[in-house]
């Protein structure tokens, strides 16, 4: 049995050109995109602890239904559509609506 740290990818023994990855070991090889695959160089994203490319990533993009930007944090779903909670305001008064 091998005191190697393991590749979190191929759990083979990594001895050189491996890298971390939110907290996971890789080969430089192994470090690609878990959903088509390609090769991982440099700029990554991640959904649910798992490694994106930026092309992938945007299939799992929500955009804010009333400024068009990026929810990245503090997302808010109603009727099936995306809002960035500042964004979430009451049409009467213009007060933030907390849920």
């Known amino acids: 049995m091998s005191n190697l740290p393991e ?3 191929c759990s083979k023994a990594v001895i050189t050109g491996g890298g971390y ?3 996971q070991l890789y080969h430089q090889d192994c470090f690609k995109c ?3 695959h390609i ?4 700029k990554f994203f991640t959904k649910e602890k798992r490694p994106l490319c930026q092309v992938c ?3 799992y993009e929500k955009l804010c239904e009333l400024c068009g930007k990026t929810i990245i944090t ?3 779903e109603s009727n099936g559509k995306y809002y960035h909670s ?3 305001k009451c049409i009467n008064c213009g007060e ?3 849920g």
């Open 86 to 88: 500042d964004c979430m």
């Open 96 to 98: 933030t609506l907390d």
């Open 74 to 76: 503090n997302c808010v």
């Open 34 to 36: 878990s959903h088509c």
């Open 57 to 59: 990533f945007k299939l």
């Open 7 to 9: 590749c979190y990818s």
């Open 39 to 42: 090769k991982l160089e440099e």
């Open 21 to 23: 990855a939110n907290g």
